[in-house]
């Protein structure tokens, strides 16, 4: 049927459709693509961002109904408002081109915005979760700012009112010595100047050589979100959050908020604000410390006032030192007077109680004279008692003695003797009894059992065999047992 509707050709027919090269075509097409299009601005989300190590940037745009390959040359990449990144919905202005080796085309970028303020809101709230998710917000970061700080780092440009507001405002309240590291506060290029300038604030502060900074103050004026976005970078908010020194964030006016807010030890609303919360009113310090001057040296004069007082009334107290004194004197020379007439009557008593002891002592060397002279008598007399005894008793044996052979005949019948007694013994012995089978039963008190009559079933028993003892429990009779069941 679509045969019968569009016939095919005829062989003259295509040979007057005209012919072109790959090249022409493709070169066809590129300059219809560059003179229709010119010059256009795309809005889409970007997608597939892929960054080369030549510096050259490919991405797509797409949104519901489509999508389109882009590109952004090294050279307009370090120009760009913003870093493409994947999810990021942007405004793209460049022209359209075509790539003849792959019949493709794409969209030649030379600028990048955010699409809208709601992009950008969406953007900085994804990126402050994922602060918040790191903890660098926490209150448990944030560093105390010093009460007087010597030397005050300010960071923001050099054009505008900022910094000349700082200025004035730390000459009227308290005069500072101030170290300015201007950097570009909007636009490209922006949160990398700032970000340094925090990290070399913090390098100086290091260093010796160089006045170390006690407090940094990071500060811009007012403008649109887009033009706040180099401080809701997250490089300048991971900056301030490793910084030693503290930082006080003055961004905008005091409707604006920007993640480094979030990050800062403190906030201050607008730049004159800042300014004023680092430093003290020098009159107000000056009156404070007149005032507490005034209360310290009041309150010297009534410690004082009060110290001379007590003093007083202690020394009232106190008895009279002069009138003590010369009664003690007194003492002393009484003692002294009597000391002088005991001791020589001390030393005369000494005297003749050792005298007394002399007497004595002689006394006892006579007695033990005496004593000695008759032991000597004693000893000598008992020396011719026991002569006279080994006499006697030499007489004695010699009288009793018997003849050798007599000796032996006694010896013999004595010994003849003792075997007759130890055979009856022998015979006679219980242990001779128990070896021939005999057993010897004992209760467990240790006392003989000789009958059986009174043992009940259960109680202990020793046996006493010739060779130990073992001990028994008595059971009941079988036979007795037996007996009663045949009675019953």
Not at 153 to 172: M, N
Not at 226 to 251: C, G, K, Y
Not at 282 to 305: F, N, P, S, V, W
Request: with cysteine; glycine share 8%; aromatic share 6%.
């Amino acid at each position: 049927m679509n045969e019968e509707i569009f016939p095919p050709p005829s062989q003259l027919e295509a040979d007057n459709i005209p012919q072109y090269s790959v090249s022409e075509i493709s070169g066809s097409i590129k300059r219809v693509l560059e003179g229709a299009f010119g010059r256009i601005r795309v809005r889409g989300e970007i997608t597939e961002f892929k960054k080369y190590s030549s510096g050259h940037m490919y991405f797509s745009l797409k949104d519901e109904g489509g999508k389109i390959a882009a590109v952004i040359w090294r050279g307009v990449a370090s120009r760009l408002k913003l870093t493409p990144e994947n999810g990021l919905e942007v405004v793209a202005t460049g022209k359209i081109s075509s790539y003849g080796e792959r019949s493709s085309y794409q969209l030649m970028v030379d600028m990048l915005d955010y699409a809208g303020e709601g992009a950008i809101l969406a953007r900085i709230e994804r990126l402050r979760l994922k602060l918040a998710e790191e903890g660098i917000f926490d209150e448990a970061h944030k560093r105390p700012l010093p009460f007087l700080p010597n030397v005050i780092g300010v960071i923001t440009s050099l054009q505008g009112a900022v910094l000349h507001d700082i200025q004035i405002t730390l000459a009227r309240r308290f005069s500072r010595h101030l170290i300015i590291w201007p950097v570009a506060v909007q636009g490209a290029g922006a949160a990398e100047q700032i970000a340094a300038a925090v990290e070399g604030f913090n390098i100086m502060a290091e260093k010796e050589a160089i006045p170390r900074v006690d407090l940094l103050i990071v500060a811009r004026g007012g403008g649109s979100l887009e033009d706040l976005m180099a401080f809701n970078d997250e490089a300048v908010v991971r900056a301030v959050a490793a910084s030693h020194i503290p930082v006080i964030s003055a961004v905008g006016h005091e409707t604006d908020t920007t993640l480094i807010d979030f990050v800062a030890d403190r906030r201050a609303p607008t730049p004159t604000a800042a300014a004023e919360i680092a430093v003290p009113i020098y009159t107000d310090l000056l009156a404070d410390l007149t005032q507490k001057q005034a209360r310290l040296m009041g309150g010297i004069g009534k410690t004082l006032q009060q110290a001379h007082l007590r003093l007083s009334r202690m020394e009232s107290a106190l008895p009279d030192l002069p009138a003590i004194l010369q009664g003690f004197r007194m003492r002393l020379d009484d003692r002294s007077h009597r000391l002088g007439l005991a001791l020589p009557i001390l030393i005369e008593r000494k005297k003749t109680q050792l005298e007394r002891s002399g007497k004595e002592l002689i006394g006892s060397f006579q007695g033990i004279e005496r004593n000695r002279h008759k032991v000597f008598l004693l000893h000598a007399r008992l020396e011719g008692a026991m002569q006279g005894c080994l006499q006697l008793a030499e007489r004695k044996y010699q009288r009793c003695s018997l003849a050798p052979s007599l000796l032996q005949m006694v010896l013999r019948h004595s010994q003849a003797r003792l075997q007759t007694a130890s055979s009856v013994l022998e015979a006679t012995s219980p242990l001779a009894v128990l070896s021939r089978g005999y057993v010897a039963v004992k209760n467990i008190s240790g006392k003989m059992v000789v009958a059986a009559k009174g043992i009940r079933a259960g109680a202990k028993l020793i046996l006493v065999f010739a060779d130990g003892k073992k001990t028994v429990t008595v059971q009941k009779d079988p036979a007795k047992n037996a007996q009663q069941n045949l009675e019953l």
